[in-house]
């Protein structure tokens, strides 16, 4: 599987043995995903055990190989809101719960198999969390739940009526309170967990950002060859009403006004790419300066990143887009490389603002992002591209990271140990 949300959970699997924690995964066995990336298990296949349901043996170090997997297309992101909105209303918290009763019983396997100490869940999908409360609930296990998103405001979540809302939120509460720690991505997420729920305080939740493995670009840098034009470069989806609409729209006023540059600027999208977009780039008559590359494996993503110019990335706005901190905007930190940012105002824009070498634009303003076009490409020909603040980045490398994740599971465990120790006393 991949994408960006797999990549925080492999980093942790990847670095917490360095910090003293042996990982054991439950999973399940691939069949359906918008993308697949086979280096990502190859990182993690030798640092912790993966139990996948699905399975006939359960432990299998890379299933797709021998079943295969399927990666599913669509043509426009609406086709596949629509089929999340019809899951969402029949199935609650997500689609996973289907899964659950078959986690559960591969679960009670590895405890009866293993020496576990601390059970860690990562939403979402919430069903995680149900799994982990579950387990917490008949084994004693402390407990440590990661929201790589919120729950109840998440902007991509389908409510078609107060029921399900409120279904959802009885859910949170009794994860919340059976959670020995929380940790979410960012402050913003942190605030609403606090403001909806107020017994959880703010010892109770700590904040672990979204980062990036300076392993994997150390490894790209032999084979970074620089291209001839100057590269904006997008990777991530289009999904969940983002759009790559405005951004089109900004290269082609560039060129209009500029003619001259159409064949010295170069845009390449790495990642799915909606179909209706590459019929409206015929359109706006750029195709020549458009290079759609579709998802690519994330070793190759980052060789891309180095070789670009420039970084772009766009937040939609949503009811609830200050939420975001999506997980690309650290791999493009990670790259060091100028960023074109279309994002309102929220969490990714206060760290944009921080990482200095960036032009922050509103996500639809077609004219902010030429003029920001014009300006980059202008200091690109002066070699006088902005250089990004040094400290600020490193403060997001993964294994510094999961260095802090496994210091909460030191905490959590001994004063697990400590309540243990005074009640046997008392």
């Given at each position: ?375 980059y490409y202008d200091l690109h020909e002066k070699n006088n591209l902005p250089v990004p603040n040094e400290d600020m980045i490193l403060s997001y490398d993964r294994k510094k990271l999961a260095g802090e994740l496994a210091a909460q599971f030191d905490l959590v465990e001994s004063n697990v140990h400590h309540e243990t120790a005074l009640t046997e006393h008392s």
């Amino acid at each position: 599987m991949g994408m960006g949300g797999v990549q925080r959970t492999a980093k942790f699997v990847k670095y917490l043995p360095d910090f003293g924690w042996e990982p054991y995964v439950l999973t399940t066995t691939p069949k359906l995903y918008l993308a697949k990336d086979e280096c990502l298990i190859k990182e993690v296949e030798n640092k912790a055990k993966i139990y996948r349901t699905g399975h006939p043996e359960h432990k299998q170090d890379n299933p797709a190989k021998e079943y295969g997997h399927t990666v599913v297309k669509f043509k426009n992101d609406s086709n596949r809101k629509l089929l999340s909105n019809i899951a969402q209303t029949f199935l609650i918290p997500d689609s996973k719960i289907l899964w659950k009763s078959g986690a559960l019983r591969l679960a009670e396997k590895i405890i009866e198999e293993e020496k576990i100490d601390l059970l860690y869940a990562t939403a979402p999908p919430y069903t995680d969390f149900l799994i982990a409360y579950d387990l917490k609930k008949k084994h004693g296990f402390p407990l440590v739940i990661d929201y790589r998103d919120s729950w109840i405001d998440c902007p991509n979540n389908f409510y078609p009526t107060s029921f399900h809302k409120e279904r959802h939120r009885k859910l949170e509460t009794k994860v919340l309170h059976a959670a020995d720690k929380v940790v979410t991505i960012n402050s913003r997420i942190k605030e609403l967990i606090q403001y909806r729920y107020n017994f959880k305080t703010d010892g109770d939740i700590e904040i672990i950002p979204q980062g990036f493995d300076q392993e994997d670009f150390d490894k790209q840098m032999p084979n970074v060859v620089k291209p001839s034009k100057m590269r904006i470069t997008y990777s991530g989806s289009f999904l969940n009403y983002y759009t790559p609409k405005y951004f089109l729209d900004g290269l082609a006023k560039v060129f209009s006004k500029r003619p001259e540059l159409k064949d010295k600027i170069e845009a390449l999208f790495m990642g799915t790419f909606p179909e209706e977009f590459k019929e409206y780039i015929e359109q706006l008559g750029i195709t020549n300066a458009v290079n759609i590359l579709g998802y690519v494996e994330h070793s190759l993503c980052i060789k891309y990143l180095l070789e670009s110019d420039i970084l772009w990335m766009m937040i939609n706005k949503t009811e609830r887009s200050d939420l975001h901190s999506t997980g690309k905007l650290y791999e493009y930190f990670g790259a060091r490389k100028p960023i074109l940012a279309c994002v309102p105002e929220g969490v990714a824009r206060e760290s944009l603002k921080n990482y200095g070498a960036v032009k922050l634009t509103e996500p639809d303003d077609s004219d902010a992002i030429a003029a920001a076009i014009e300006e980059y490409y202008d200091l690109h020909e002066k070699n006088n591209l902005p250089v990004p603040n040094e400290d600020m980045i490193l403060s997001y490398d993964r294994k510094k990271l999961a260095g802090e994740l496994a210091a909460q599971f030191d905490l959590v465990e001994s004063n697990v140990h400590h309540e243990t120790a005074l009640t046997e006393h008392s």
